[in-house]
């Protein structure tokens, strides 16, 4: 892997956010090899050390999913001392990043006017919950806030029951991937201009973007769409059928193709035959039959035969994999995804890895997600300072 060039080595990236959708950005500038200084209240650090139920040693899975590749520095930033070693950093960095409340930044005087006047080629990206003005400004506002707001609750669970959050934190995961690419165009047209710029991005508006077809059909019709569960608006059969051993398995029959080759796999020509099925728009408007027709048919198998036999037919099929299942998948052990590294406080721990290839490799962890104010003295010596208490 030492062979690889990191695109952003040399670029130093420093990291005032905290918990989620500010984090997860700078990780993914830290795979692509950036050297972001994560700035941390001292004996507090990110409030993410403390978050969840989940622990490896002292530290919790929530900071140690996204805090890899970086350095921590403990700098109270409300006392002068903690500021004026902030300002000395910001003076050689390419990119700032934060995350705070409103008027925050203002207050503890790491603004964006007061940063660019340091250093005029700084990208300063700032993620928030709603944006930086507005009727919610001054609201808290976190992940599953912005599910509910943005629609995208509305559409997830059961046709009969209520909405759901999403299992997977989409609008902090977005906004942090959103914040990634946007810090990287940004880098990219500085070589141009020579100037920085100010980035702002906000979870609301992220996740009504991730809306994609379903804001576009709303925009067109006006009309709310319905919670499918796992079924898709505009496709049938597209979604996930219980088998006789109780697990489920995904059918993605989306054109005509696949629909006869599902009822071959099936052994119905009646179904291929019957015209309320014939296209795609038919079999959407009589889902409710066809679905507990398919029902019927699949509850004689077991799942794991049935993904075999549709796999030999070419039916777009997969397992709904619990996480365990998910982990051990066989593509997923092959693709490497699942990478060891050596944690000072923990010992070895496994985790996610970039989902990138370079050059055929991918991306190295470096180092693991630091002990609060782990390398404080490492980058004060750098900065020729003596350390804060």
């Not at 002068?80 to 910001?90: D, I, S």
């Not at 046709?159 to 914040?179: H, K, L, N, Y």
């Not at 992220?206 to 709303?218: D, K, S, T, Y």
């Amino acid at each position: 892997m030492s062979s690889v060039e990191l695109p952003l080595a040399g670029i130093t990236v420093i990291d005032v956010s905290h918990l989620a959708a500010g984090p997860w950005c700078t990780m993914v500038l830290a795979d692509l090899g950036a050297d972001v200084i994560k700035i941390e209240r001292p004996g507090v650090g990110d409030m993410s050390r403390q978050a969840g139920g989940v622990y490896a040693g002292e530290e919790s899975a929530v900071f140690l999913s996204f805090n890899r590749n970086k350095r921590s520095v403990a700098l109270d930033l409300k006392e002068p001392r903690g500021r004026e070693v902030l300002y000395r950093l910001v003076e050689r960095a390419d990119v700032f990043v934060e995350n705070l409340r409103a008027g925050k930044t203002a207050q503890l005087g790491i603004d964006h006017a007061t940063l660019a006047n340091l250093n005029p080629a700084l990208v300063y990206a700032s993620i928030s919950a709603f944006g930086d003005d507005g009727p919610y400004v001054d609201l808290p506002g976190n992940d599953p806030i912005i599910q509910a707001l943005s629609g995208a609750m509305s559409l997830t669970g059961e046709p009969d029951g209520p909405p759901a959050r999403q299992g997977v934190s989409v609008p902090d995961f977005g906004a942090g991937m959103m914040a990634a690419f946007s810090i990287v165009a940004a880098l990219l047209g500085r070589q141009t201009t020579g100037r920085g710029c100010k980035l702002d991005l906000n979870l609301l508006d992220v996740e009504i973007f991730a809306l994609g077809p379903r804001a576009q059909e709303h925009l067109i019709t006006g009309e709310d769409q319905p919670r499918l569960g796992s079924a898709h608006p505009q496709f049938a059969p597209y979604q996930a059928f219980r088998c006789r051993d109780g697990r489920y398995l995904y059918i993605a029959a989306i054109n005509e193709k696949f629909w006869h080759l599902l009822c071959e796999a099936l052994k119905s020509p009646e179904l291929a035959d019957d015209p309320r099925y014939a296209t795609n728009p038919d079999r959407c408007r009589h889902r409710s039959t066809l679905v507990s027709t398919l029902e019927e048919a699949l509850a004689h198998r077991d799942r794991d035969d049935w993904l075999a036999l549709l796999n030999e037919h070419g039916v777009p099929c997969g397992a709904v994999n619990s996480l365990t299942e998910a982990m051990g998948d066989p593509q997923v052990q092959h693709n490497e995804l699942l990478q060891r590294m050596r944690h000072a406080g923990v010992g070895d721990l496994t985790t996610v890895a970039m989902p990138l290839h370079l050059d055929g490799q991918r991306l190295p962890i470096r180092s693991a997600p630091p002990r609060l104010g782990e390398h404080t003295d490492e980058v004060l010596a750098e900065l020729g300072t003596e350390v804060v208490p």
